[in-house]
């Protein structure tokens, strides 16, 4: 079974950066994407929205991140990152991690929260 393990959250002044991380364990079967999404503070789940997406043959991005965001992968850590620049204060949230199988199963993490505040 696949866990998903979200870190790198934290507090984070606006413009700053932080990079988060998703560590995969588990028995990981064949993967399609790998995606952030995140979840303003007090919206339903069915609102999440999708950052970033990974694939084997290419990287999409939301328009309110492209160009600041930059999603990556370390396949000898099994770890996926999500490298984001000059923060911006709307973009409080807790900020999950997705893996959707070639089976379209999907898998999330727990969230790791980030908070951008001066």
């Known amino acids: 079974q696949v866990q998903l393990v979200e870190s790198g959250g934290g507090l984070v002044q606006p413009g700053g950066s932080l990079r988060l991380s998703c560590a995969v364990s588990?028995?990981?079967?064949?993967?399609?994407?790998m995606n952030w999404y995140r979840q303003a503070p007090g919206s339903p789940e069915n609102q999440r929205e999708r950052?970033?997406?990974?694939?084997?043959?290419?990287?999409e991005y939301a328009d309110s991140v492209k160009g600041r965001f930059t999603i990556s992968r370390d396949n000898s850590k099994q770890t996926v990152y999500l490298q984001m620049n000059n923060l911006e204060t709307e973009e409080t949230a807790t900020y999950f991690c997705?893996?959707?199988?070639?089976?379209?199963?999907?898998?999330w993490g727990v969230g790791t929260q980030v908070n951008v505040s001066s």
């Open positions: 588990g028995i990981i079967p064949s993967i399609y994407s």
């Open positions: 997705n893996e959707v199988q070639y089976s379209n199963y999907k898998v």
């Open positions: 950052v970033a997406t990974l694939t084997d043959s290419y990287t």
